[in-house]
């Protein structure tokens, strides 16, 4: 008999470190407003969001749940616990693309938590722009993550409409999962941005245009035009609401092929995959039954293995 409780869905969580780079106070955002935008994130990535009302009819089929979710780290790079936030004060007025800079505490930023391990986002004041992303790849990239402004994080505090319901990290994080603009990768040219549920679509959109939108897109004849609200457009924040299925597949093989390690959660998060938070622990003592140090490990006996983070392992070395 089926259960209808019973749910196969193999959901990935990502551990998220948030570094916050601040000249002036009103850049330091608060704790509340970076939790709004994991929240965001999760509702987007889980297809959760309450305006996937707005999805055209043509495409709800193929609005897809990534099986996604993220989650503040609440372990550090040396295994000691933390909020997922660090917080850095700096003289730098803003930042820009060009080298980098937030991205290093010798260039007034904050240097990353190793990209194997957690999804970096940097939030700081930037030039110009609303946030940027590396793409991954097969080599180490030091600076792998994502950079958004200050004022475009989250749902409350400093965000400033229409780019005030956290869709630029939702954009930006697609593209670090080797997600390309909806319009492919030039514009006006038509390019493809290799998945195959997405209408074609010569370029890209802002505001919030009605549907159908450019049904004439790139010399076709697509009754129901662009899809100006899936999350890779440019379209204001209110206007967007989903990935496709194809958009999910792409996703979920780039973790798996540049980004394996983590669905490894450093969370404390209840969730299918084994937590192993504690891989960075390190051995203090083995003791016997009777709470004897044992230097020289014997077979065929209970030992206890005590770790310097309060866990405790019971192993039998058989012979």
Request: with cysteine; aromatic share 10%.
């Amino acid at each position: 008999e089926n259960n209808p409780n019973y749910s196969s869905k193999s959901i990935i969580t990502i551990p998220v470190v948030v570094h916050v780079v601040w000249k002036n106070s009103i850049q330091n955002i608060s704790d509340a407003q970076i939790l709004s935008q994991i929240d965001v994130l999760n509702k987007d990535f889980r297809k959760l969001n309450i305006d996937t009302i707005n999805t055209p009819t043509i495409w709800k089929t193929i609005s897809s749940d990534c099986e996604i979710e993220f989650c503040m780290a609440t372990i550090d790079p040396n295994g000691n616990a933390t909020t997922g936030i660090t917080r850095t004060q700096t003289t730098v007025n803003s930042f820009g693309m060009n080298n980098d800079p937030v991205k290093s505490t010798s260039t007034g930023g904050a240097n990353p938590w190793p990209s194997d391990d957690y999804l970096n986002i940097w939030v700081c004041k930037l030039d110009n722009l609303l946030g940027y992303s590396t793409v991954p790849s097969g080599w180490n990239d030091p600076g792998d993550g994502v950079v958004i402004g200050f004022n475009y994080f989250g749902t409350i505090g400093t965000v400033q409409s229409p780019y005030n319901k956290g869709r630029t990290a939702t954009h930006e994080i697609g593209h670090w999962l080797n997600l390309d603009h909806v319009w492919g990768s030039g514009w006006s040219s038509c390019g493809s941005d290799q998945v195959n549920d997405t209408p074609i679509q010569e370029e890209e959109n802002y505001s919030c245009p009605g549907f159908p939108h450019n049904p004439n897109s790139c010399g076709t004849t697509n009754a129901n035009g662009d899809m100006f609200m899936n999350y890779m457009d440019y379209t204001n924040d209110a206007c967007m609401n989903l990935f496709t299925t194809g958009q999910k597949t792409r996703m979920i093989s780039a973790i798996n092929l540049y980004r394996s390690n983590l669905s490894q959660t450093i969370c404390s998060l209840p969730t299918n995959i084994i937590d192993i938070s504690i891989r960075n622990k390190k051995l203090i003592k083995i003791v016997d039954v009777l709470g004897k140090i044992i230097f020289q490990p014997k077979t065929n006996t209970p030992l206890f293995y005590i770790y310097d983070n309060g866990s405790v392992e019971r192993k039998i070395i058989l012979e």
